[in-house]
């Protein structure tokens, strides 16, 4: 199981080597191995510092799901119902896990936590990233193309420094994944009214190659956007030839 689970997530990592859902894989593994370790009541009781950080392990990880949804939520009224909720079904999930785990009752807190998660990822799906704009990348780089550039072949859209395979599915499978700046540049480069959604991070980059080449650019759009699968703020530059 636990090769399963290790390959799987190293399949998943690899940029550009797997759908972005295969990351579901590594779930069964890890569902069976938890399920194993409550099941097997023999085990000797571990030791105390052991048993503490366990507990403290569960609340943080409850509450700061919780916790973090509600910060979320805040920054736009019509989803702070979502994360109230969310963050009370926590409060509730690190409380009856704490309860449990004090009396050793380990396989009741699993299937206690199995049911309570249920309203805490209800909440956060249906609530910030489902109404936050901001949270969907790759619809909102789809959509601004085909605002800019409206009937655009998904074979004369490139992106550099993004490697998400689920924008393939929105902007067509013909769609260039382009390994940095400079390879943006070139794809411009090669036949006139294309469009390169660039990465900020690979901007320098790409506007040194694009002047090596004698490219005068147009910048079409910025989108600024959250990033689910790496956690972190990125901002895609589109960008065309001027005329």
């Known amino acids: 199981l636990l090769a399963w689970a290790g390959a799987a997530t190293l399949l998943a990592a690899v940029p550009g080597g797997a759908p972005d859902g295969n990351i579901l894989a590594v779930l069964p593994a890890l569902a069976l191995l938890g399920a194993g370790w409550a099941a097997n009541q023999g085990e000797p009781a571990p030791a105390r510092w052991l048993d503490r950080l366990g507990r403290l ?6 509450l700061g799901i919780g916790l973090g949804t509600a910060m979320v939520a805040a920054i736009d009224l019509r989803i702070a119902p979502f994360g109230l909720l969310a963050l ?3 409060m509730l999930m690190a409380w009856r ?8 009752h380990w396989g009741g807190a699993v299937v206690v936590a199995a049911f309570l998660v249920a309203p805490v990822y209800a909440a ?11 949270s ?11 605002r ?3 009937g655009l072949p998904p074979g004369d859209f490139g992106v550099a420094g993004f490697t998400g395979q689920s924008l393939l599915f929105r902007t067509g499978r013909a769609t260039r994944l382009l390994p940095d700046g400079p390879a943006a540049a070139r794809f411009l480069a090669e036949h006139p009214g294309r469009l390169a959604a660039v990465a900020d991070r690979e901007e320098v980059a790409f506007r040194q190659a694009a002047a090596t080449l004698g490219l005068r650019l147009q910048e079409a759009a910025t989108v600024i956007s959250f990033d689910l699968r790496h956690g972190g703020y990125v901002a895609m530059l589109l960008y065309r030839t001027a005329g």
């Open 57 to 62: 392990q569960l609340a943080t990880l409850a």
């Open 88 to 90: 009370l079904a926590a």
């Open 97 to 104: 896990m704490m309860v449990l785990a004090r009396r050793r």
């Open 124 to 134: 956060i799906i249906a609530g910030p990233l489902t109404r936050l704009p901001i």
């Open 136 to 146: 969907w990348i790759v619809p909102r780089i789809a959509g601004t193309a085909q």
């Open 148 to 150: 800019v550039a409206p």
